[in-house]
């Protein structure tokens, strides 16, 4: 089973500033197959991007994807107050399908 | 408009049964993949299992904690997928989501239902 980290924990910015979202498998996958995931609270799953840098229908540019092997990241160049949310990376190369432990993202 | 809508959700004992539906509407569901992926309250997401389209044999694959316990099927003249879940166990308290994946966003979880909660406690 391919297990995913995702680093920080939790990430403390205030509107308009940077956010670096990593997330880093346990071996090497497709990168082809990763795609991240935002979650609000009482709300299912959005994709944000797949592939690793294909925004999904309807997702800002601000959001933004990269990564090869066994290291990805997540993008969002400044924050707008909807963005505060929990991030997953999420890995579909070969199942068992993973999911990170997600980010959460705060406002500080 | 894509729409996926969980039911079947409930309190159930353990070594108890349920079967959750998955009613999809808005786009072609026998050309879609069917994932479940769950969440336990204030946890993370936690992949369950998926079924592939009539093209690729409706081929199923499931994560080692479920596995020889639930059972996702689907009846594409419904267009509804299904998750038998047998033998449960306190920790399968979660909420199950049912999404979907298609070539569109190369296999990633395009839609998601809104979810069905489902409790196993005596």
């Known amino acids: 089973e391919i297990v995913l980290t995702q680093s920080p924990d939790t990430l403390s910015l205030s509107p308009g500033e940077r956010a670096t979202l990593s997330c880093r498998a346990s071996?090497?996958?497709?990168?082809?197959?990763l795609a991240w995931y935002q979650q609000k609270p009482g709300q299912a799953p959005r994709l944000l991007i797949y592939?690793?840098?294909s925004r999904a229908t309807g997702i800002p540019d601000r959001f933004s994807g990269s990564g090869s092997g066994t290291d990805f990241t997540l993008t969002i160049t400044r924050l707008e107050t909807e963005d505060f949310a929990v991030y997953y990376c999420?890995?579909?190369?070969?199942?068992?399908?993973?999911f990170g432990p997600g980010t959460k993202v705060d406002i500080k | 408009e894509v729409q996926l809508v969980e039911s079947g959700g409930g309190l159930v004992q353990p070594g108890g049964s349920l079967k959750l539906s998955c009613a999809a509407s808005?786009?072609?569901?026998?050309?879609?993949?069917i994932h479940w992926v769950r969440q336990a309250s204030g946890k993370g997401l936690e992949w369950v299992g998926r079924?592939?389209?009539?093209?690729?044999?409706?081929?199923?694959a499931y994560a080692a904690s479920v596995k020889g316990r639930f059972t996702i099927s689907r009846a594409d003249s419904n267009n509804t997928a299904y998750l038998q879940m047998n033998s449960l166990k306190t920790e399968d308290t979660a909420m199950y989501y049912c999404?979907?994946?298609?070539?569109?966003?190369?296999?990633?979880?395009?839609?998601w239902g809104q979810g069905t909660l489902v409790t196993v406690s005596s």
């Open positions: 999404s979907r994946s298609t070539m569109a966003t190369n296999w990633a979880y395009g839609s």
């Open positions: 808005g786009f072609t569901f026998s050309g879609s993949a």
């Open positions: 071996q090497r996958i497709s990168s082809s197959y």
């Open positions: 999420q890995q579909y190369d070969s199942p068992p399908f993973t």
């Open positions: 079924i592939k389209s009539k093209g690729d044999n409706y081929a199923t």
């Open positions: 592939g690793p840098s």
